[in-house]
């Protein structure tokens, strides 16, 4: 085996540029798999993350059509609200407005998300329901004037100067003053996010109704049930079809289906530059079996078998898969660490956090090793049954 391994070793290395060419495409194949399980295996780690730091509790009501930030269509307006109050067992109901403007500071624009909610004195108590904490300050109330409240990330990475509670901001060219700021929670969408109250909102932004709705339920109380109960009035009030209400525990699941769907796409394109590769690997075993005709016919003339002939080229086919295997594996971890180190820079709704799998490289090395002796098969098989007398006339 170590005598077929060193004349499988001498016959790729003796042409080089055609052994590097088949040997690319694998590469391209394999680390395209590697990186791109790997990034979106970041994206859901972090989305679950994300979900697993929300209070349970929480139950959501959005338009069918909702769309994120400045979508309109489909709003609920305050009788579908105080529908919703209405229900017993729901500790808060919290219409709220989002949108995105334009926010300047020391002559920097950014454009940002602002949420507008309903600041009244139970405030406090259902910022702490969402996973926030008030770090500096407090959150503006109704009534207060054009005050905000900022997320930690607005307040010390979105501007090259720190902002600071009592400092000045424009929102859409308007000045407004900063009463608070929140602690980091992790959710880059909120971090970045500028909070006012919906009175102020609705003037700035010339809107009567809601974009969503945030309903937190009492402790001890079946969340899946006062969905359904939720879910029964609103069908009372508009068509079912306009409207959804979703628990944490459903979206995550919703999301979780969806990143399976767009891995299962993802690594489906990478596995078409991987069949190129295979082919790729077919076409040089064939090749190098049409140069060597003569070369196969001494060897059995002096007494190698079909079986020797045909390990010789499985051998060959392997090793090339190998290499591609190994330098893809190699590639493809590069690259997912640099959009991980990339993307922990820029201001993403969710933190990415890249996830290396020692196991998928293991597995995608050892697949592009029988890749390879797979795609040699045939040609390995064509060279095992060449008759001697053949192969010693072939010019």
């Known amino acids: 085996m170590i005598e077929y391994l060193k004349i499988a070793v001498r016959n790729i290395s003796q042409r080089k540029l055609r052994s590097w060419l088949t040997i690319i495409g694998v590469i391209i194949g394999i680390g395209a798999i590697i990186s791109l399980i790997s990034i979106s295996n970041g994206m859901e780690h972090a989305i679950t993350e994300q979900f697993e730091s929300f209070d349970t509790d929480l139950i959501t009501i959005t338009p069918s059509n909702f769309r994120g930030p400045g979508s309109s269509s489909g709003e609920f307006t305050d009788k579908e609200v105080d529908a919703i109050r209405k229900i017993s067992g729901l500790k808060h109901v919290t219409p709220m407005i989002m949108s995105s403007a334009k926010i300047s500071f020391h002559n920097q624009d950014k454009y940002l998300s602002v949420m507008a909610y309903e600041a009244t004195s139970e405030s406090e108590d259902m910022w702490e329901d969402f996973g926030f904490e008030i770090n500096k300050g407090r959150f503006p109330r109704e009534g207060q004037g054009k005050v905000v409240g900022l997320g930690a990330r607005a307040a010390t990475d979105l501007f090259d100067d720190e902002l600071h509670v009592r400092n000045n901001i424009y929102i859409d060219d308007i000045k407004f003053k900063v009463t608070g700021i929140a602690d980091e929670i992790g959710n880059a969408q909120d971090d970045n996010a500028i909070f006012m109250p ?34 029964k009035k609103m069908s009372r009030l508009r068509d079912e079809e306009e409207f959804q209400v979703m628990t944490a525990t459903e979206m995550l699941a919703t999301v979780g289906t969806i990143l399976g769907i767009l891995q299962l796409v993802l690594v489906g394109i990478a596995g078409i530059s991987l069949l190129v590769g295979a082919v790729g690997i077919m076409n040089t075993m064939y090749t190098s079996v049409m140069e060597r005709t003569r070369e196969i016919g001494v060897m059995k003339a002096i007494g190698a078998t079909n079986r020797s002939i045909m390990t010789i080229f499985l051998f060959e086919a392997g090793i090339i898969g190998i290499i591609g295997g190994t330098a893809g594996a190699a590639i493809g971890t590069g690259i997912a660490q640099v959009v991980g180190f990339v993307a922990s820079n820029m201001a993403l709704p969710l933190p990415l956090k890249v996830i290396i799998e020692w196991k998928l490289i293991g597995y995608c090395i050892a697949f592009a090793f029988g890749l390879g002796a797979l795609s040699g098969f045939l040609p390995a098989r064509s060279a095992a049954k060449m008759k001697p007398a053949d192969s010693l006339r072939y010019e």
């Open 198 to 231: 919906l009175d102020t909102a609705k003037e700035l932004f010339n809107k009567t109704n809601y974009g969503f709705i945030i309903a937190v339920v009492n402790e001890g109380v079946d969340v899946d049930k006062m969905a359904d109960r939720v879910e």
